[in-house]
């Protein structure tokens, strides 16, 4: 009975020692952590979201010039165009019939052009007119945005939802322009920006310069992380 009764106290001894030194290995591995995500001076890349302006001239604008380039030669387009903020690309659609659809299928690199400054004549005298009474008029006349990215044709589910975002936003008036068996959907990516104001000051975003999040966010006691 000793034999067997020492033989259960050097079993619970081993028990508690292989327990005791696995807690001091994992409580060295959290402070290793913890002391990592302190010093690291970047964690995670974000892309970074679009300036407020071009959201803004996305939200607010219906038609652009979209820019391809058909057999070696430019071709440019004016399109209606939807923007979806939650996938954050551009929406369009075109028959599968045109210089442009071929061309994109050959090359994917686009540029789009958008802005809300007067077109005609009358009108930037309208414009013109409405500023010297003090009144803003029918445009703001405050960004020209060129955006530059990558074309996808959307197939399935994906191209008919974008298909009916696309429809909603610009109404059964332009409805000939997206629903068809012969119009694809196709969505811009974009990877950089042009943007231009007024006063013909320019800056650029790139979304190849990533929102780095701070060390804090990366913490492992981080409510993020949880």
Request: with cysteine.
């Amino acid at each position: 009975m000793d034999s067997q009764r020492a033989a259960r106290i050097a079993t619970f001894s081993v028990g508690i020692a292989v327990a005791s030194y696995a807690a001091y290995q994992l409580g060295k591995l959290v402070q290793r952590k913890r002391h990592d995500a302190k010093n690291s001076t970047s964690c995670v890349e974000l892309r970074p979201p679009f300036p407020d302006e071009v959201v803004q001239l996305l939200r607010s604008s219906v038609l652009c010039y979209l820019s391809t380039l058909a057999d070696g030669a430019p071709h440019l387009s004016l399109m209606n165009f939807t923007y979806c903020p939650a996938d954050e690309k551009i929406i369009m659609s075109t028959r599968r019939d045109t210089t442009k659809y071929r061309a994109l299928l050959k090359n994917k690199r686009v540029a789009v052009l958008i802005h809300d400054f007067p077109a005609e004549e009358r009108q930037r005298a309208a414009a013109a007119s409405a500023r010297a009474a003090g009144h803003s008029g029918d445009y703001a006349q405050t960004y020209s945005v060129t955006l530059y990215g990558s074309v996808q044709v959307e197939t399935g589910a994906a191209a008919e939802r974008y298909r009916a975002m696309h429809l909603e936003r610009n109404g059964a008036g332009q409805r000939q322009f997206i629903v068809g068996d012969n119009i694809g959907i196709i969505t811009v990516l974009v990877d950089k920006a042009r943007i231009c104001n007024q006063a013909d000051k320019v800056h650029i975003w790139d979304a190849s310069a990533p929102v780095v999040q701070s060390p804090s966010e990366c913490d492992v006691d981080s409510p993020k992380s949880a």
